[in-house]
């Protein structure tokens, strides 16, 4: 069964640090990776989707990583700002449907 | 493009209690899924289709009812409310295939 496991399970960083947000999957048979961004009480946003054929992906300051044979995968946020401040989720699809399995999240704080 | 609604934002029941909530999106998406968020669990799958009349079990489905008789909604009954299903539902589409999943804002509910 894969699990998806996320860590820290919060974070928090002076403003302007660079950081990197980690995700672990037992199960390398993954078709794609989602990385989503939750604001308190809100919906997710999708911020970053990597094919399993795909080392990386970029959006402005975010740049995410996937090493499927090692079941990994890194988010990495360049000059981060407080308006980053939110909950980090990573999902993956495991299988011929598009179900995702989520990580529970790595809760980030960027302090001004 | 509205993208993917739901209604309600908020709902309180009361145990034994019946209700819908109401998802819709617009972009055309062949497929839909619910998931429940609750503290320390992550997301997790309920129910989900991959197209106009075919509805398929996730991970936690019972106390739950789904059908979908159109592309465009999906809504998810709840028969007989209990206590366990007081979590946060989102409601997600997508292209069938390796693509981006857009989520809805989410309906928080709580059953008394």
């Known amino acids: 069964k894969q699990e998806v496991t996320q860590i820290p399970a919060a974070l928090s960083v002076p403003e302007g640090e660079n950081l990197v947000l980690n995700c672990s999957f037992t199960?390398?048979?993954?078709?794609?990776l989602q990385w989503f961004r939750q604001d308190p009480g809100k919906g997710l946003t999708s911020l970053l989707l990597?094919?399993?054929?795909?080392r990386e992906q970029t959006s402005g300051r975010l740049n995410a990583s996937l090493d499927k044979s090692s079941g990994r995968s890194t988010l990495y946020i360049a000059a981060s700002q407080p308006g980053d401040s939110a909950t980090y989720l990573c999902?993956?699809?495991?299988?011929?449907?598009?179900?995702?399995?989520f990580g529970t999240g790595t809760l980030l704080a960027v302090q001004p | 493009n509205a993208g993917v609604t739901q209604t309600p934002k908020f709902q309180v029941l009361k145990t034994g209690q019946s209700m819908t909530l109401q998802c819709a999106q617009d972009?055309?998406?062949?497929?839909m899924s619910w998931y429940r968020q609750d503290p320390g669990m992550g997301l997790r799958l309920i129910h989900y289709?991959?197209?106009?009349?075919?509805?398929d079990q996730g991970e936690v489905p019972n106390g739950y009812n789904v059908s979908r008789s159109t592309t465009e909604d999906f809504p998810l009954r709840l028969l007989s409310a209990a206590p366990s299903q007081t979590s946060v539902y989102f409601c997600?589409?997508?292209?069938?295939?390796?693509?981006?999943?857009?989520f809805g804002p989410g309906t928080r509910l709580t059953v008394t």
């Open positions: 999902a993956v699809r495991g299988g011929a449907t598009n179900k995702l399995i």
């Open positions: 972009m055309n998406h062949e497929y």
């Open positions: 289709s991959v197209g106009a009349g075919i509805t």
């Open positions: 997600a589409s997508s292209y069938f295939g390796s693509y981006e999943q857009y």
């Open positions: 199960d390398s048979a993954i078709y794609n």
């Open positions: 990597i094919q399993s054929s795909q």
